[in-house]
């Protein structure tokens, strides 16, 4: 009978495994790597971090789950190993390299750190941007697949996965470190992961009620096992010393699979061992299968293993499925950060991927309660949503929820964030109109409101190129400006503009140009104009008349009346109205029997009445 010695070989054969492990294509990754860390690692200064305890939680859970899917016991968490676990990674991240054997000549090399790394499964990860840092879990997910390729040859040992499920495994740690190589390296980031397990075997399984362990087992989780790799099984005899389970022979071993439909599968690669000797599953088999599928049932059946001198024969079955699945993490917002504000009309959402997660569940609202959304897109595949044309100067708020096969999270907490402004449209002038002439040497000029404008700049000059504005006003904040008494001169060409302005910029400027010139001029304005919207009751009156008009939009507006000779007689409104119908007096028994017309300016534009005083 073959026994084994209670040490480790500290192989260099692991170290040189875990440098090539090939992780699983479906990567998990972060866009920073402070979320895991109650204290970051400094690699520049050779300070380990402080890991969360969520993020050991969540290791420890992890690996919980892939035993219960085994059948065998839970571990708990050793917080003792946390110290040497955190040094060993900062020695992985600071020389950009894997060892269980790091050289005192490594930077930032410590005894703690070369202790946990030679009792550990190592990950070490290389990325050119921060983008790409690997979530904490992938580490497990890479262990327990343990595709491992050197030099164009694969590697059957799978040590990571046997560690995992080791039936007498009792304790982990673990410890994680980010940041930049203190080496020259291909690339400028690197992140580490170990999980110390080596002298943590004290699991009393003599209960326990099977006696081995295989992967794939059945209904197992396809995240744990890649379908062109190796499967595994691994027999136990000894359930008290796990040091003694190295008399198990699979020389004459046959190993048969069929299908759901008792269809055969071709088994090939074949390969064993039975004294492995550094600590962890003292006997493997293991082999690839051909043309495997999910959600499909596969029976193993071994025979012919020769345990302890006694020939046995195992069978059992396995589904690679998700029923077993935990529900994904909550999402962890990212960007842009909750309540930010001057955010782009166009941004894009971001937050950090759930564990578990196959797709997301982006919402977008107005409101926070959500009863209305914007966005609720329930088939996002990745970690970032763009959105497009939102409006300026206003809040939404958002939350994410995440889902895989075994259900939905729950929502993210909701943020929020508020878009940044645009710079407004030039305003439409109203009046004067372009070229219109005018008699009033104070006119009252308007010009529509721009839209997301605090205020406006106007300009006066008596030269189309305005390089001697003779008014220069800023900071208006009505869409009305009268012009004041000597400013004008009559017979004269004048041009205006204006400008709407806001935070975030100025417009391009409207431009008009307006004469001033003799009543006469302003009566054939008026007289020749086919507008006649606005009228009066009654018409002709010899005293007082009712006149009627209609404000087709929310503004400043004038109502003026001029004499037969263009003289403006009076300002019968001059305010700001709601859209609507309105009618207003006009007194004529104070001036002369006569023809009068009414001119109506609004930021709808102009129209104008005749009225016929008589006595």
């Known amino acids: ?173 673990f410890g994680r470190c980010d940041g930049q190589p203190k080496v020259s390296s291909q690339y400028p980031y690197g992140t580490s992961m170990s999980l110390k397990w080596i002298g943590n075997l004290q699991q009393n399984i003599t209960d326990w009620s099977k006696d081995f362990v295989a992967v794939p087992y059945e209904n197992y989780p396809p995240e744990f096992f890649d379908r062109e790799w190796y499967l595994s099984f691994s027999a136990f005899y000894d359930k008290v010393n796990w040091s003694n389970n190295v008399n198990v022979e699979y020389i004459n071993a046959t190993i048969e699979m069929k299908d759901e439909n008792q269809q055969n599968v071709s088994v090939t690669n074949i390969k064993f061992d039975d004294n492995l000797g550094w600590g962890g599953i003292q006997n493997q088999l293991c082999w690839k ?53 001057d955010v782009t009309t166009n941004p894009q959402l971001q937050w950090n991927p759930s564990q578990r997660a196959y797709k997301y569940r982006v919402s977008v609202s107005k409101v926070p309660t959500f009863t209305t959304t914007i966005v609720d897109d329930p088939d996002v595949t990745d970690y970032h949503y763009s959105l497009a044309g939102l409006e300026p100067f206003t809040k939404y708020y958002w939350k994410v929820a995440a889902s895989n096969e075994g259900g939905e999270s729950g929502w993210s907490p909701v943020w929020n964030f508020t878009t940044s402004g645009v710079a407004p449209d030039a305003p439409e002038q109203v009046f004067p109109d372009a070229g219109e002439v005018v008699k009033n040497l104070t006119p009252t000029l308007i010009w529509k409101s721009s839209e997301y404008a605090n205020s406006y700049n106007l300009q006066i000059s008596t030269q189309n190129d305005y390089t001697d504005s003779i008014v220069n006003e800023q900071g208006l904040t009505d869409t009305t400006y009268t012009v004041k008494s000597g400013v004008f001169s009559f017979k004269k060409n004048y041009y205006w503009r204006v400008q709407a302005v806001n935070n975030i910029g100025a417009s391009s400027w409207s431009r008009r140009r307006l004469r001033t010139d003799s009543a006469t001029s302003v009566v054939e304005a008026l007289s020749g104009s086919s507008n006649s919207k606005i009228s009066n009751y009654p018409n002709p009156f010899n005293g007082k008349t009712n006149i009627s008009f209609n404000v087709k939009s929310s503004g400043n507006v004038l109502l003026k009346v001029y004499n037969s000779l263009g003289m403006e007689i009076s300002t019968l409104v001059a305010q700001r109205l709601d859209a609507g119908t309105y009618s207003t007096e006009f007194d004529g028994t104070i001036v002369p029997e006569g023809t009068y017309f009414i001119k109506l300016i609004s930021v709808s534009g102009i129209e104008t009445g005749k009225m016929t005083l008589i006595r």
């Open 1 to 173: 009978m073959k026994t084994k010695d209670y040490y480790f070989i500290k192989s260099l054969l692991i170290s040189i495994v875990i440098i090539f492990v090939i992780l699983p294509q479906n990567k998990l990754f972060s866009q920073e790597w402070n979320i895991y860390y109650d204290s970051p690692p400094n690699v520049a200064t050779c300070t380990p971090g402080v890991l969360k305890q969520s993020e050991k939680d969540a290791v420890l859970a992890k690996v919980n789950k892939i035993r219960s899917i085994h059948g065998l016991k839970p571990v708990t968490y050793d917080p003792a190993g946390d110290a040497e676990s955190q040094a060993a990674t900062l020695i992985m991240v600071a020389n950009s390299a894997l060892s269980h054997t790091p050289s005192p000549s490594w930077q930032c090399y410590t005894q703690l750190g070369y202790n946990g790394a030679s009792a550990s499964n190592l990950h070490l990860s290389w990325y050119s941007n921060t983008s790409q840092i690997p979530q904490t879990l992938e580490s497990i997910y890479g262990w327990m697949i343990d595709k491992i390729i050197i030099n164009n040859k694969d590697d059957s040992t799978l040590g990571h996965r046997r560690a995992i499920i080791n039936p007498f495994l009792s304790q982990i740690s």
């Open 289 to 341: 299968a051909t043309g495997l599928q999910d959600h499909k049932t596969y029976n193993v059946t071994i025979k012919n293993v020769n345990v302890n001198g006694t020939m046995k024969s195992y069978s059992y079955w396995f589904n690679l499925n998700n029923s077993t699945m935990d529900k994904p993490d909550d999402p962890v917002l990212f960007m842009p950060p909750d309540a930010a504000t």
